[in-house]
Nanobody, 121 residues
Framework: QVQLVESGGGLVQPGGSLRLSCAAS????????MGWYRQAPGKQRELVAA???????DYADFVKGRFTISRDNAKNTVYLQMNSLKPEDTAVYYC???????????????WGQGTQVTVSS
């Protein structure tokens, strides 16, 4: 079984910063891409940022210049540094990974359980 466990969420004032972490564990042969999505109440889940195993990154327009995604391949961990947070960033943030469990396996997508980020004064 594969597990993605997020941490680092919480309550922060507008303009503040948070760092999210997500560690993948279990039987993993390789991880292609990892990313962060978010879902606010009453809204659809949306991509925040993603990073490939080679380090290429992709960001949603609404976080460019404020958020930075990075990963530690040796630890199967992805991070999201969030700066200049705004109230509209309030959401549950989910970690996502596309990985293979063996050399012969096809890539599959796994999700974490989510971590709440609340930006409020």
């Amino acid at each position: 079984q594969v597990q993605l466990v997020e941490s680092g969420g919480g309550l922060v004032q507008p303009g503040g910063s948070l760092r999210l972490s997500c560690a993948a564990s279990g039987i993993i042969f390789s991880i292609n891409s990892m990313g962060w999505y978010r879902q606010a109440p009453g809204k659809q889940r949306e991509l925040v940022a993603a990073i490939t195993d080679g380090g290429s990154t992709d960001y949603a327009d609404f976080v460019k210049g404020r958020f930075t995604i990075s990963r530690d391949n040796a630890k199967n961990t992805v991070y999201l540094q969030m700066n200049s947070l705004k109230p509209e960033d309030t959401a549950v943030y989910y970690c996502n990974a596309e990985l293979r469990r063996s050399y012969f396996a096809r890539p599959s997508t796994y999700w974490g359980q989510g971590t709440q980020v609340t930006v409020s004064s």
